[in-house]
């Protein structure tokens, strides 16, 4: 265990990653924008991989590249199998058309859920050793020998006994003609050699040179641009409307109803956007009209007193807290609220689209290309089978990709113009019409006891822990299948799976939409849950006058000893317990979020009210390591993305409208609040294939509102951070 | 007519005088390194070099710099070997690498006007957004990109 990026210690794989550092010839491949077909013209082995006679071995990933680093992570899973030389690998999209054509092919292309390495590794390994099989059947063909006498590695295959070797470029076109007889073995992950390396990125270079195509990069001979203005109250729609003023423009063509509202084409996109924000529209607001944030605040709160859905139960906490004051217990209540949050990817939404009679077109930065292949078919009324999406490097994802509503504009519009057009959502349009991460109100009530632990002699136990939470539903606001009675796992996860010894628990849930469209945003219910169920576990260690680290840890021990290593690897790295000048403290947390746990400790200076995290440490266990490179950069994105939010980030609703516009009214962190991050990777191996986008978000709010608390003395119990006044101390 | 002069090449563009220099660059040139964030000159992932000066293109009426000499990313070096790009590719800096454009010509900048910034002096000049959180990896690139300069 060390800091990850120097964590290559062992000889035999710091000798191979010199190697492969030294080459220095990675390319990336993605195929140019408007290119027709495929540009390569080597032998395919499968739908995967793809080998010319120059030896380049391209690699398709079926996820999209959104900043997590799977351009790289996915194609050394197949290297590792394929034992293809790494400095000769290119990575590209897989076509969402081909995975239709083929009968998923691919599996599911949606990008999500931190689950594209765990989700795809046995497959992506399989499909890696079969194609290297058949080279080595290739090549034992030619040789006249059996196969079982022959190996391969660094895209050769050798026959010992003989001294023969042939590239793989040489046997390639062989290899694609042979059937196996049996599908190969697959490697255990101990005996990777390839994976598990820090190796460099495929896709840094093009994103230094500006050279990297973004989605937003399109463009297409003949190309018009568009800009939207929708209604701005979500649900909305056009009442009327009058265009003369706009139409006489220079360079604007035409105006084009879309969903939720009008689409300004023009020869030139900022002829577009000014024309747009010049149309003279009125708008029916719909069903939002007239709501606000404080609103939905009450609405949530009132809808914490029942009824609710039961997520979990052990034992009777609700007759165990009714119950109370049993001597010697304490009661512990405490309501917590989060705000709506935008997701604010770099990119604005956007999409450039050509529709003609047999074919539809669309580029974007798509994480469902499966999906945005069905929405375009529909925009345009042609059969899915005639549709190519060309997905491009996201500028950003945090799960608003998810669903292409810039897409359904662009189809729309292409169609209706009968020439390509790249559409932009500005930012304005972007984080008013986002799909948030949902608004809610959770309630935890605990009764503390007198317990007796065999180390410790007398300690705190939970008697009892009762959760609630009231929360919109994300699947009834994409409008997906209706939800068994009022539960969804977005809503609960966090929570339900909660890791804390209780005698008694009880886990309930309510869930209760607007009209302000919700998704998942970086983590999903995490983003909340663990803000509550972190803070709360604090306040519990505190009233039971326990070191909150300590606290957790004897909470844990009997039944969750993985999440004590984690843990503890934290609280040791950030010197916990170790004595910090006045104004400054320490907080920590930690939470299991898809398959991953992760624990960080925040070291935080409040100063006059204002609040900076200086240092955080994450104890990151994730098991299996494709890339700890890739980890530490999630890990560090993960934390910079929740502290944003947690420190002064909240979409607020007036009159039935997102009352925020743009980064001045959304406050992003920026260099000078950076915290340092130090990234330790505990739990390594074992069965665990955990997810790294999003578990390094989590922890990150109840982290440093623990450390607020351990200063001020003041329990953050509402976020954004900056809503509290901190410049008295209680 | 205006006329300014990107990455070497003289421009002549019969354009609204009020169009910003960002939707020049991407629109009218084709050079889309350089991106569109927020349009209010919050973010920098417009950044380019105006007359030698870092600045936020979306905030630059092209009528308003008849003359300049403007240079973006695509115009930093021939091959990508600029010392600030090759420390970007030794840390590894880019995620989604949308904002990259605009950080990597700011710390350009910054690296002119002092060739060995300190920490303080990329917290007060790199003011740029990046949603993926590379702050840590930017400035550590930074610090290598001094030392590459020295050679």
């Given amino acids: 265990m060390g800091v990850l990026s120097r964590e290559v210690g062992l000889s035999r794989r710091g000798f191979i990653l010199a190697s492969l550092s030294a080459a220095g010839g990675l390319m990336i491949g993605i195929r140019p924008v408007d290119a027709a077909t495929p540009d390569s013209a080597g032998a395919e082995l499968g739908a995967w991989i ?208 879309v969903p939720g509202g009008l689409a300004v084409v023009a020869d030139r996109f900022w002829r577009a956007k000014e024309a747009a924000a010049a149309l003279q529209v009125q708008w029916d607001p719909g069903a939002g009209a007239g709501t606000s944030s404080a609103m939905f605040r009450r609405d949530y709160r009132a809808a914490l007193d029942g009824p609710l859905e039961t997520a979990r139960k052990e034992g009777d906490a609700r007759a165990t807290l009714a119950a109370t004051p049993p001597t010697g217990g304490k009661l512990v209540e405490a309501l917590y609220e989060v705000p709506h949050l935008a997701h604010a990817p770099m990119e604005p939404l956007n999409c450039t689209a050509r529709v003609t009679t047999d074919k539809v077109e669309v580029w974007l930065g798509t994480q469902n290309p499966d999906m945005a292949l069905q929405l375009a078919a529909k925009a345009a009324g042609m059969a899915p089978e005639k549709v190519e999406i060309h997905n491009c490097f996201l500028g950003g994802g945090f799960g608003r990709r998810s669903m292409n509503d810039e897409l359904i504009h662009a189809v729309t519009v292409a169609k209706a113009v009968g020439r390509p057009v790249k559409l932009i959502w500005t930012r304005e349009t972007d984080m008013q019409h986002d799909r948030y991460r949902p608004q809610a109100a959770l309630r935890a009530r605990a009764l503390l006891t007198a317990g007796e632990s065999a180390a410790e002699g007398s300690v705190a136990r939970i008697e009892a822990l009762h959760l609630q939470t009231a929360v919109g539903s994300i699947t009834r606001s994409l409008g997906w299948k209706a939800l068994a009675p009022g539960i969804e796992p977005q809503a609960i ?124 440490v994450v104890a990151v266990g994730c098991g299996h390591v494709i890339n700890p490179r890739l980890v530490q950069m999630q890990m560090e994105s993960g934390v910079i993305y929740g502290l944003t939010a947690a420190l002064g980030d909240a979409i607020t609703i007036k009159d039935g409208a997102v009352e925020q516009t743009n980064f001045d009214s959304y406050p992003m962190l920026r260099m000078a609040e950076a915290p340092r991050i130090e990234t330790y990777l505990a739990l390594s191996g074992g069965k665990r294939w955990g997810g790294i986008g999003e578990p390094g978000t989590p922890p990150i709010a109840p982290a440093v509102c623990n450390a607020i608390f351990a200063i001020t003395g003041k329990r953050i119990r509402a976020l954004p951070i900056s809503d509290t006044d901190l410049t008295s101390r209680t | 007519m205006i006329a300014v002069t990107v ?145």
């Fill in chain 1, 50 to 257: 793809v080998i010319d006679p120059d030896e380049s071995v391209t690699l398709r990933v079926a996820k999209s590249e959104m900043g997590q680093g799977i351009f790289t992570a996915l194609p050394m899973i197949l290297a590792e199998e394929l034992a293809c030389d790494w400095r000769h690998v290119r990575a590209e999209y897989a076509a969402a058309s081909r995975n239709l054509a083929d009968k998923q092919i691919y599996g599911s292309m949606g990008t999500g859920g931190s689950r594209s390495v765990r989700g795809s590794h046995e497959m992506l390994q399989q499909i890696g050793a079969s194609a290297r099989e058949r080279l080595i059947a290739a090549a034992a063909k030619r040789w006249q020998v059996a196969q079982s006498e022959c190996g391969a590695a660094n895209s050769h295959v050798q026959h010992a006994a003989s001294g023969r070797r042939l590239s793989y470029g040489t046997l390639a076109a062989e290899a694609a003609a042979i059937t196996l007889d049996q599908e190969p073995a697959i490697k255990a992950p101990e005996s990777f050699t390839l994976a598990g390396l820090p190796l460099a990125r495929l896709d840094t270079k093009p994103k230094t040179n500006g050279q990297a195509p973004f989605g937003i990069d399109t463009r297409l001979p003949d190309m018009l641009y568009a800009a939207v203005t929708l209604c701005p109250v979500p649900g909305g729609k056009v009442k009327s409307y009058d265009d003369s003023a706009v139409l006489a423009r220079r360079g604007v063509h035409s105006v084009v109803p």
């Fill in chain 1, 493 to 616: 996860e966090g929570l339900a799976n909660l890791p804390y010894a209780a005698a008694n628990l009880l886990v309930e849930c309510v869930l209760k939409n607007t009209h302000i469209p919700i998704m998942f945003w970086r983590s999903v219910g995490s983003s909340q849950n663990a803000f509550v169920v972190e803070s709360f576990i604090d306040e519990l260690a505190h009233a039971a006058g326990e070191d909150p680290y300590k606290f957790r840890r004897r909470l844990l021990m009997d039944s969750h000893s993985n999440y004590v290593k984690v843990l503890d690897v934290a609280a040791e790295k950030a010197g916990w317990g170790s004595p910090l000048p006045a104004g400054k403290g320490r907080g920590i947390a930690i939470h299991e979020a898809f398959g991953t746990i992760v624990s960080q400790v925040a070291e935080v200076a409040v100063d006059k009210g204002q609040v900076r995290v200086e240092r955080v």
């Fill in chain 2, 7 to 151: 990455n070497g090449q003289r421009h002549e563009l019969d354009i609204e005088a009020e169009t910003p220099l960002l939707w020049i660059l991407r629109d009218e040139l084709g050079l889309t390194g350089t991106k569109y964030g927020c349009g209010i000159a919050q973010c920098g992932a417009c950044t380019v070099h105006l007359n030698g000066a870092a600045t936020r293109s979306c905030q630059v009426q092209i009528g308003d710099i008849d003359g300049a000499e403007i240079l973006t990313i695509e115009g930093l070096s021939a091959d990508g070997t600029h010392p600030v790009q090759r420390a970007w590719i030794e840390h590894d800096v880019p995620q989604c690498g949308y904002c990259q454009s605009g950080q990597i010509m700011a710390a350009v900048a910054l690296l002119k006007e002092k060739p060995d910034p300190s920490d303080s002096d990329i917290d007060t000049t790199i003011t740029n957004i990046c949603r993926c959180g590379t702050y840590p990896r930017i400035r550590m690139a930074i610090h290598r990109a001094a030392e590459l300069a020295k050679g």
